[in-house]
Nanobody
Framework: QVQLVESGGGLVQAGGSLRLSCAAS????????MGWFRQAPGKEREFVAA????????YYADSVKGRFTMSRDNAKNTVYLQMSSLKPEDTAVYYC??????????????????WGQGTQVTVSS
C-alpha cells in the first residue's frame, strides 16, 4: 500500500524559507512521478511542482518558478520542496502526490494516483 507522509510545514514570515518533505513507502517509485499541490482556503487545488523519480526532470508552476525547487533522495525514498522568497499568497495546505509514469508536466490532480494528508504552510506579511 502506497503511503505518502508530508512534513516540514509551519509559520514563516514573508521572504523566508521552508523545506517540505514527503516520505514515500509501499513500493518502488523509480517508475513514478511525484508532485506537490496546494490548496488555499476558498480556492481550488493547484499544481506546484513535479519531479520524475528516475532522471530527476522537474516542472514548476509559473507562480513558483525561480523560488521553489523540488528534489528527491533515492536512498531515503523522499522528495523535497525547498521554498524560498515566500509570499503570503503561498499560504496553503501542501499535498504530496504520486502517479505512475515519467511525465512531469501532468498538472491536474486527477492525473495522480496517491496523495498524502497535507501539511500547512502559513506565510505572514
Amino acid at each position: 500500500q502506497v503511503q505518502l507522509v508530508e512534513s516540514g510545514g509551519g509559520l514563516v514570515q514573508a521572504g523566508g524559507s521552508l523545506r517540505l518533505s514527503c516520505a514515500a513507502s509501499g513500493r518502488t517509485f523509480s517508475s513514478y512521478t511525484m508532485g506537490w499541490f496546494r490548496q488555499a482556503p476558498g480556492k481550488e487545488r493547484e499544481f506546484v511542482a513535479a519531479i520524475v523519480w528516475s532522471g530527476g526532470s522537474t516542472y514548476y508552476a509559473d507562480s513558483v518558478k525561480g523560488r521553489f525547487t523540488m528534489s528527491r533522495d533515492n536512498a531515503k525514498n523522499t522528495v523535497y520542496l525547498q521554498m524560498s522568497s515566500l509570499k503570503p499568497e503561498d499560504t496553503a495546505v501542501y499535498y504530496c502526490a504520486a502517479r505512475r509514469g515519467f511525465v512531469a508536466t501532468k498538472v491536474e490532480g486527477y492525473e495522480y494516483d496517491y496523495w498524502g494528508q497535507g501539511t500547512q504552510v502559513t506565510v505572514s506579511s
